[in-house]
């Protein structure tokens, strides 16, 4: 911070800068509250996903224990997904400022294809490392796993395969948002925010009633696909 303070010049305020002005603070606002109620339906729907896996524990036991190790093996694989989103924030703000609207086109059809390889690869971690990585989350020799250790892999890995399926729909939705975002149209991201909400919600209960833990494995997926509706023109 020192050194930042120091040498870049251009980040020094000058008496000017030091002004409160209304059209910035209201722009500011206008970006930022869509964004950040956005992340709170996310959160949300992750509530409900997480209350209909919870009546599933009494004829699944462990189910919910090898969900929660799945759900860190999930995000871990995803984690370039967060990056690449916040790149293309950045990256669409930058040159939708500059007008240079041709480029921000271009870097979305670069993303897809970085999202195109990433899927791939999620796919295939999941896919053959997913059981062994579980392992690592659960103590055999205490709780549900002392009992049900071999049920409790399939079930993580049964989910971990479903997500990694539909990683692409995901792609998408960090690709599309995070660039809308950077552009300034939060507003539309919070509309699909609220869609997925929904999507989310409404799959967890009906499809555990219908299919069980298929029907958990198949709700972050239906949600990501209701989000890129509003996503993708």
């Avoid at 002005?21 to 722009?27: F, G, L, P, Q, S």
């Avoid at 929660?68 to 930058?94: E, M």
């Avoid at 020799?141 to 002392?146: C, H, L």
């Avoid at 809308?180 to 149209?185: C, D, E």
């Amino acid at each position: 911070l020192f050194i930042i303070i120091r040498r870049m010049k251009i980040l020094w305020l000058s008496k000017e800068n030091r002004v409160i002005k209304k059209d910035a603070i209201t722009e500011l606002l206008q970006m930022g509250l869509p964004t950040g109620l956005q992340f709170s339906i996310t959160a949300i729907g992750c509530i409900f996903q997480q209350t209909a896996l919870n009546s599933l524990d009494t004829e699944m036991p462990g189910v919910v224990t090898a969900y929660a190790a799945a759900t860190k093996i999930s995000n871990l694989t995803t984690t370039p997904f967060d990056a690449l989103g916040v790149t293309f924030a950045t990256y669409a703000g930058q040159n939708y400022g500059a007008e240079e609207h041709g480029r921000i086109k271009d870097g979305v059809f670069a993303g897809m294809c970085y999202c195109l390889g990433i899927w791939i690869f999620g796919l295939l971690f999941c896919s053959f490392l997913g059981k062994p990585l579980t392992g690592i989350f659960l103590d055999r020799t205490t709780g549900d796993a002392a009992l049900y250790y071999e049920e409790m892999l399939e079930y993580s890995k049964r989910y971990l395969v479903y997500q990694s399926a539909f990683f692409g729909p995901l792609g998408v939705i960090f690709v599309y948002r995070n660039t809308l975002q950077g552009i300034g149209r939060s507003a539309l991201t919070m509309v699909a925010g609220v869609t997925e909400l929904v999507g989310r919600a409404l799959s967890s209960f009906l499809l555990v009633g219908w299919f069980g833990f298929a029907g958990i494995c198949l709700s972050n997926p239906i949600a990501w696909l209701a989000a890129d509706f509003f996503h993708v023109p």
